[in-house]
């Protein structure tokens, strides 16, 4: 069968680069010095268009400063197996009449304009502007240094290579797919309009053959499995925030599987490489949620060109900024069982402006304000002063916390605060005085009735209360230290931004430069902290006392395919509004199973599991419970059925290799598989709230290409209706 016109084009193009590269390797190989490299590019630049010489200087100080050792010419070299992943082809009219040329875009820069090979780094050539603001057919007129360009886009294709081997191609007719058998498919543009969703997804009775992951609806196996890269997918609004270095704090907003932490990570790469002193590794930081994120994105980055840039999540590096600021609390315990009242209490935006106005009292005490213990005092003295707490709460516009909760967290932070604070420079604090509990009948009997303990206390810390000491020692003392210098990044990404306080926030944007360069990725569709005082962006802003913020949606959804997105926006219900509106890939109908129970569901998981690890061996998959109770029966079960690379996630020690990770729901927000299996979906264990609508919905759309959801009792009532029935 033949080629269809696109790819064939295409699929010749690829093998003349990856021929030049191969043949430039081979000559590479006998190279005793790169003089005669050099001055080949020095010959180039003289010749070359104005908009291309950036690149090969900047290609030049590479091989200028390259040691001589042969394997490192080579590392310096473009990856044959993924070379580019968009294709150009320009017309423009200049002194020297009409030309055309073709312009690839990839990860770096490579330049040979005497075999015609042109790739150029998506950061850093200016040409690559004109793929990301500019359709197939317009014309353009742009700026390169101090000239103007005009002329038109002849071809702009977008392109999945892997392996050496084109495996899709993206153009205004639509996508070409390459089949297994290596023939090619069409897959025409389509509009998706998602509104209502019920009813209009493809039915499990309408695929051949039931029950085997990777097969789809027409019975083929792995339906465009290769996703395009996300440098590929940025529309005109989303390059020019992330290539701008004075944009400031920008919001990055976008549903699960819209790219929303690859584009932050980009912004950040690409502000190294186009400031790589002033955004140098060690001047950048990114702060998420989870060991998870945190192995994910240390992975990402070096792939963008960007290796050394601290990645934590917050937790650790609060732990580690305040036994730095605070070494005398350094060996307190911090607790795990702190009530969901206290929880409330430290994370509203209220108890932040009690401890902002206690700071600036304390300004006027020279005593207090030279004190290393000033802050620890300024803390302690708000979280056991109800009555101001009382007040700051109900002066803040997020929910506030009831009568009964606030005297009960108020009676938890007097048990324990004074404890710290009387905990000294040099002591240590298993030695601190302990303290009585006040006697307060009305908060005894909050207390008593919720079972905390009334006995005297070891200085004991709860969670919260790294970022309130961090931020109190902002306020009373100034910027947090690194030896005797200010730490002051110059960009700062924090992801999945909604689930941190205000704060945390608060604490992590006083840590950067007076530019301001923030990166915020989130979702509140993807919520998994309900007690923290989120109430939406502006609100947030509001809370910091921060202005003119960027908040940029992102619309598309590209992981999941428009089957799985289907089911989870109406898994979320009322809040499906923040979820993006189109879903351009199709792929397998999500299937649901009702078993009797776990035992039978582990049967028929695993004969599946078995049977699609011979079928695809690098497939990644992700059987996700709610409890870990739950996951370790279905791994158990699982692993004494033989399914091969099985693994039980633990604590997010997840290590991103082909195989099926056992884990729990909250464990793998923010990461992505090829197939997902959703176990014990059931009424008891998601009910009709709005935690188990966020966990479920997070759950589901880790799938790109494949969705199970196995029910082994009542199904959760907040499946859609067709799902269940279609299952009976």
Known sequence: MSVPEVPAAEQSLLQRVLDHLAARRAALGNTKTYDTELLSLRDQIAEARLEDVPALLAQMERLAGISAQRNELRAGLVDPNNPYFAHLKLRETDTRGVRERDVLIGKTTYIDAEDNVRIVDWRHAPVSQIYYRYAEGDDYEERFGDRDVEGEVVIRRTLTIDKGSLRRVGCPLGTYVRNPDETWRLIQPKQVDLSGGQGKATRPHES???????????????????????????????????????????????????????????????????????????????????????????????????????????????????????????????????????????????????????????????????????????????????????????????????????????????????????????????????????DDDDVRGDYGIDGLRTEESRATLDAEDESLLLRTYQLARGPLRKGREPIQFEHLFIDEAQDFSVAEIATLVDVTTQRRSITLAGDTSQRLVLDNGFRGWEELFQDLGIQGIHVEPLKIA????????????????????????????????????????PGVAVAQIAEALRSLALREPRATVALIARYADQADTYFEGLSRSEVPNLRRVRAQDFVFRPGVDVTEIRDVKGLEYDYVILVDVNASTFPADMESRHLLHVGATRAAHQLWVVSTAAPSPILPSWLVEEAV
């Open 208 to 438: 051949s053959v039931r029950g085997m992951l990777g097969v789809g609806p027409d019975g083929e196996q792995r339906i465009d499995r290769h996703l395009p890269e996300i440098s590929a997918l940025l529309d005109p609004r989303q390059f020019d925030l992330i290539s701008r270095t004075d944009a400031g704090i920008v919001v990055i907003q976008g549903g699960a599987g819209s790219g929303k932490t690859t584009i932050g990570l980009h912004r950040l790469a690409f502000l190294n490489y186009q400031g790589p002193k002033k955004f140098a590794p060690e001047r950048l930081m990114v702060v998420t949620t989870s060991p998870g994120l945190v192995a994910y994105t240390s992975e990402v980055l070096p792939s963008l060109g960007v290796s050394g840039v601290a990645v934590k999540t917050f937790g650790r590096w609060a732990a580690e900024m305040r036994k730095t600021h605070f070494p005398w609390l350094a060996h307190l315990p911090v607790t795990d069982d702190t009530p969901t009242a206290v929880s409330k209490l430290k994370k509203h935006p209220g108890v932040l402006r009690l401890l902002e106005v206690r700071a600036r009292e304390a300004q006027g005490d020279p005593k207090l304000r030279t004190d290393p213990q000033g802050p620890v005092t300024i803390w302690a003295e708000a979280l056991t002063d109800l009555d101001a707490l009382r007040r700051a709460i109900g002066a803040s516009s997020a929910p506030p916390l009831t009568e009964a909760e606030l005297r009960q967290a108020h009676r938890w932070c007097s048990e324990r605060c004074p404890a710290v604070a009387d905990v000294r420079p040099g002591e240590d604090p298993d030695e601190a005085p302990s303290h009585d509990v006040h």
């Open 558 to 597: 590209y992981r999941s395919t428009r089957e799985i997105m289907e089911v989870a926006r109406e898994v979320l219900g009322p809040m499906a509004s923040a979820l993006p509106s189109v879903a351009p890939r199709t792929g397998a109908p999500v299937e649901m199973f009702l078993t009797p129970g």
